[in-house]
């Protein structure tokens, strides 16, 4: 899952940085909402952390009114009630107070997305993926995948079905964006991945190819089992 988040402040960089580690979650930092409109589209949910209200509300109707699905929470909201509420107004789809908590953070983020249709968990024969958490889970025992190939696993089964675009797979890889050097190594870690759904008993080609797409996730399991 890809989070954008845009904020100027050094310390609260530093406490997402530690609240989102090792969550299944990969973090880009944008000080500026042109970076911000920039890098949206390849976004699953965007965290803005605006200090005005006024600014605050401005900016959340832009945003809808070019991006309207993209699940968006607000932090470091005003503590007034009447304020929070003019920011809920606006479209935001939750907000939070000048003090933050790591897991109240989290749940509040994960509940943003559930709403917003995101997958909570995928099951195909023995194997249980959960997109919001990062896990994959076989016979009842966790599977550690590697970082790249874990984040492309979330990414592709936030949304199974959905064809995520090359350019949207190599920002959630943190794969450099020029057009070759990242189509090929989405392919790899592709190629990678596939490997390993093999080993826990799902079909490799359970990832499809979309021709001048992308890919697109279709869990389907191995005919015979290892």
């Excluded at 401005?58 to 607000?74: C, D, E, S």
Aim: aromatic content about 4%; hydrophobic content about 40%; overall charge neutral.
């Amino acid at each position: 899952m890809h989070l954008l988040i845009q904020t100027t402040n050094s310390q609260l960089e530093a406490l997402l940085a530690n609240t989102f580690e090792a969550t299944g979650f990969t973090l880009q930092l944008v000080t500026s909402y042109e970076q911000l409109l920039a890098k949206l589209p390849c976004a699953d949910a965007l965290l803005l952390d605006v200090a005005q209200e006024a600014a605050c509300t401005q900016r959340i109707l832009h945003l809808r009114t070019v991006y309207p699905t993209v699940p968006l929470l607000v932090i470091h909201a005003p503590e007034s009630s009447a304020s929070r509420a003019n920011i809920l107004l606006s479209g935001a789809d939750d907000c939070l107070g000048e003090l933050l908590e790591p897991r109240e953070l989290l749940a509040r983020l994960r509940s943003v997305l559930r709403r917003s249709g995101y997958k909570t968990e995928l099951r195909c024969g023995d194997t249980v993926i959960q997109p919001l958490l990062g896990e994959v889970w076989v016979r009842g025992s966790r599977v550690h995948l590697p970082e790249r190939e874990c984040a492309l696993l979330m990414a592709l089964a936030a949304k199974p079905d959905e064809v995520r675009s090359n350019v949207q797979l190599a920002e959630r890889l943190g794969i450099p964006t020029s057009k070759r050097e990242s189509h090929q190594a989405v392919h790899t870690s592709v190629s990678s991945l596939r490997r390993i759904l093999q080993r826990i008993n799902i079909d490799p080609n359970s990832i499809r190819n979309i021709r001048g797409q992308g890919y697109a996730l279709q869990l389907t399991p191995l005919n015979s089992y290892a």
